[in-house]
């Protein structure tokens, strides 16, 4: 299966908003749980967000209010929007498709919050 390639990451001010999008093989990702997750020191990788094929979401208490995750079928896309935006929410960010107990990563982009 070919990864999934996230697109989007940047340089933003605190208080800004970028949108990130993954598109993900045709093949899986209609049946995908799609998410988008951040590595920490703590942890191996945290989800920021993430969706169901069906549409139901769930987000990091962190992100609530402020990150919208959604998909586009057609497009085998998968998008963050992300708004007032954070210092602390500097991260690389991948994306990563789970279909039928298998795990596909994407090379992550850089999100870099300025204060």
């Known amino acids: 299966q070919v990864p999934p390639v996230e697109s989007g990451g940047g340089l933003v001010q605190a208080g800004g908003s970028l949108r990130l999008s993954c598109a993900a093989s045709?093949?899986?990702?209609?049946?995908?749980?799609m998410g988008w997750y951040r590595q920490t020191p703590e942890v191996y990788r945290e989800l920021v967000a993430g969706?169901?094929?069906?549409?139901?979401?769930n987000y990091a208490d962190s992100v609530k209010g402020r990150f919208t995750i959604s998909r586009d079928n057609a497009k085998n896309t998968v998008y963050l929007q992300m708004n007032s935006l954070k210092p602390e929410d500097t991260d690389v960010y991948y994306c990563?498709?789970?279909?039928?107990?298998?795990?596909?990563w994407g090379a992550g982009t850089l999100v870099t919050v300025s204060s």
């Open positions: 990563n498709a789970y279909y039928h107990g298998m795990n596909y």
């Open positions: 045709e093949t899986i990702f209609s049946e995908s749980f």
């Open positions: 969706i169901n094929p069906d549409g139901s979401t």
